[in-house]
């Protein structure tokens, strides 16, 4: 059976991304999915040797359910097997480029693909993906706590990200996006729309979190992976988001009809403007 390979990178969000882009195309063209690891393996080299100055991740989409065969092509093998042109053999789809069309696909052609693809397109995966949405990991106390916590409450999932977001060397495209005032708003926001709320913190930075932003009826997730905390936040009821594909596809893959999403008015800064995959049901709230 010929073969969608689809490039993931970056964190959790960015890798979701990816995936849905090559989950639709292997759908489309009945094609068998690949998780490709090569460009992560590379940019966790050069990141290690300081060419880089991104931070390393890991890949972890197995840990909530998305289980596909996985590999990392070696130089040689890519350079041979895989050319960035048509050929018998392979057809490489570049979405960072454009949102290209691949036109006719024999059934014995593999696809390659890199980047993202239009949000809109890969919706119709969303079923799909939500139901492969499960917990491949321990469910130790601390996590079940926060699981009994998330269901019995109104539960509001606030995610502040900090870390590269701080450094716009690193990420100058988010930098200085969600501020304080903006979770200030947002919170208001929540509070007006939503009875007893109770509101879930999730954060790289959970002590800067605890000293500024402790609110009434509210609780604190720290010490897990970033896999848990990304389960953990998809089965709250309704989000205060950073501008960041993480706790884009934590609200994106919830299952509830009635949820209130609270989004930054912007998600980028160079130059301000908001994402075109941000539905247009969730709510934009000021920064300043």
């Given at each position: 059976?010929s073969k969608v390979y689809c490039?993931?990178?970056?964190?959790?969000?960015?890798?979701?991304?990816?995936?849905?882009?090559?989950?639709?195309?292997?759908?489309?063209?009945?094609?068998?999915?690949?998780?490709?690891?090569?460009?992560l393996n590379q940019i966790n080299?050069?990141?290690?040797?300081?060419?880089?100055?991104?931070?390393?991740?890991?890949?972890e989409l197995h840990k909530i359910?998305?289980?596909?065969?996985?590999?990392?092509?070696?130089?040689?093998?890519?350079?041979?097997?895989?050319?960035?042109?048509?050929?018998?053999?392979?057809?490489?789809?570049?979405?960072?480029?454009?949102?290209?069309?691949?036109?006719?696909?024999?059934?014995?052609?593999?696809?390659?693909?890199?980047?993202?693809?239009?949000?809109?397109?890969?919706?119709?995966?969303?079923?799909?993906?939500?139901?492969?949405?499960?917990?491949?990991?321990?469910?130790?106390?601390?996590?079940?706590?926060?699981?009994?916590?998330?269901?019995?409450?109104?539960?509001?999932?606030?995610?502040?990200?900090?870390?590269?977001?701080?450094?716009?060397?690193?990420?100058?495209?988010?930098?200085?996006?969600?501020?304080?005032?903006?979770?200030?708003?947002?919170?208001?926001?929540?509070?007006?729309?939503?009875?007893?709320?109770?509101?879930?913190?999730?954060?790289?930075?959970?002590?800067?979190?605890?000293?500024?932003?402790?609110?009434?009826?509210?609780?604190?997730?720290?010490?897990?992976?970033?896999?848990?905390?990304?389960?953990?936040?998809?089965?709250?009821?309704?989000?205060?988001?950073?501008?960041?594909?993480?706790?884009?596809?934590?609200?994106?893959?919830?299952?509830?009809?009635?949820?209130?999403?609270?989004?930054?008015?912007?998600?980028?800064?160079?130059?301000?403007?908001?994402?075109?995959?941000?539905?247009?049901?969730?709510?934009?709230?000021?920064?300043?």
């Amino acid at each position: 059976m010929s073969k969608v390979y689809c490039s993931v990178y970056n964190g959790i969000g960015n890798q979701l991304f990816s995936y849905a882009l090559g989950l639709f195309l292997a759908k489309k063209y009945n094609k068998e999915l690949i998780i490709d690891l090569t460009k992560l393996n590379q940019i966790n080299f050069l990141s290690r040797i300081g060419f880089k100055r991104d931070l390393r991740r890991k890949y972890e989409l197995h840990k909530i359910g998305f289980t596909h065969p996985a590999k990392g092509f070696s130089f040689i093998e890519f350079s041979r097997k895989i050319k960035p042109v048509r050929s018998n053999k392979f057809i490489i789809a570049d979405f960072r480029k454009s949102h290209c069309d691949l036109g006719e696909v024999s059934s014995n052609q593999n696809i390659y693909s890199v980047g993202w693809g239009d949000f809109n397109l890969v919706k119709e995966v969303l079923p799909e993906m939500k139901a492969k949405l499960t917990p491949h990991f321990e469910i130790n106390s601390k996590i079940a706590e926060a699981i009994r916590l998330i269901q019995e409450k109104n539960s509001v999932a606030v995610h502040v990200r900090r870390t590269d977001y701080l450094n716009p060397k690193i990420n100058n495209f988010s930098f200085g996006i969600c501020t304080h005032v903006y979770y200030l708003n947002a919170i208001n926001q929540i509070k007006k729309t939503v009875d007893n709320p109770f509101f879930i913190f999730f954060s790289d930075e959970i002590e800067y979190v605890k000293n500024t932003m402790s609110t009434e009826n509210c609780y604190f997730v720290e010490g897990n992976t970033g896999f848990e905390d990304f389960y953990l936040m998809s089965l709250c009821k309704h989000f205060i988001l950073a501008n960041s594909t993480f706790s884009f596809w934590a609200a994106a893959l919830n299952n509830s009809n009635q949820k209130t999403v609270c989004v930054p008015e912007y998600w980028y800064n160079t130059p301000l403007r908001q994402a075109d995959f941000i539905p247009s049901g969730w709510e934009k709230i000021p920064v300043k």
